[in-house]
T-cell receptor
């Protein structure tokens, strides 16, 4: 059974701090990794994708991938109350059409 | 571009009733997906269509059928609704038919909240 694991949280951080969200996956053939943000009652919104080992930065967001450790993370710098949401990690294997989603980590940014 | 649209937004059914959830995308994407999301369960794949003319089962296909009507539209049908099908249903689409890179990025519709009494 291929799995994607996330801590459900809530992860509480003060405004302006760095939030660190983590995800582990079981399928070593995974090659595409995604972070989605989902506000309560809304649909998932893609915020980052990463395909190679290392870091990928986009504004206040940094995705980090370590395929040897089967670990992907999302850092949010200068966290804002508007970042409060559930963050979903998703993993796909190249050549397939299926994505495995984690159950998400709820982030609360305290003003 | 409207992106991915879904109708209806909300629906209440009685056990045994049937209905079709509609999904359309205007991004010229090849692949389309139906997921359900339940508290504590995450997103689970019901069916997907890798390209126009093909459909395949996902993780939880029982009780559902799909139709890829054309490249734009992918519908999900509940033939005889059961309370266990109470959930939020999301349609998603993806540009490519394989490989890596941005072709793999999925984009979601706003969802349909379905309650089966």
């Amino acid at each position: 059974q291929k799995e994607v694991e996330q801590n459900s949280g809530p992860l509480s951080v003060p405004e302006g701090a760095i939030a660190s969200l983590n995800c582990t996956y079981s399928d070593r053939g995974s090659q595409s990794f995604f972070w989605y943000r989902q506000y309560s009652g809304k649909s998932p919104e893609l915020i980052m994708s990463i395909y190679s080992n290392g870091d990928k930065e986009d504004g206040r967001f940094t995705a980090q991938l370590n395929k040897a450790s089967q670990y992907v993370s999302l850092l949010i710098r200068d966290s804002q109350p508007s970042d409060s949401a559930t963050y979903l990690c998703a993993v796909a294997t190249s050549g397939t059409y299926k994505y495995i989603f984690g159950t998400g980590t709820r982030l609360k940014v305290l003003a | 571009n409207a992106g991915v649209t879904q109708t209806p937004k909300f629906q209440v059914l009685k056990t045994g009733q049937s209905m079709t959830l509609q999904c359309a995308q205007d991004m010229n994407h090849n692949s389309m997906y139906w997921y359900r999301q339940d508290p504590g369960m995450g997103l689970r794949l019901i069916y997907y269509s890798a390209s126009e003319g093909t459909t395949d089962k996902g993780e939880v296909p029982n009780g559902y059928n799909v139709s890829r009507l054309n490249k734009r539209e992918f519908s999900l049908r509940l033939e005889s609704a059961a309370p266990s099908q109470t959930s939020v249903y999301f349609c998603a689409s993806r540009p490519g038919t394989g490989g890596m890179g941005s072709y793999n990025e999925q984009f979601f519709g706003p969802g349909t909240r379905l309650t089966v009494l």
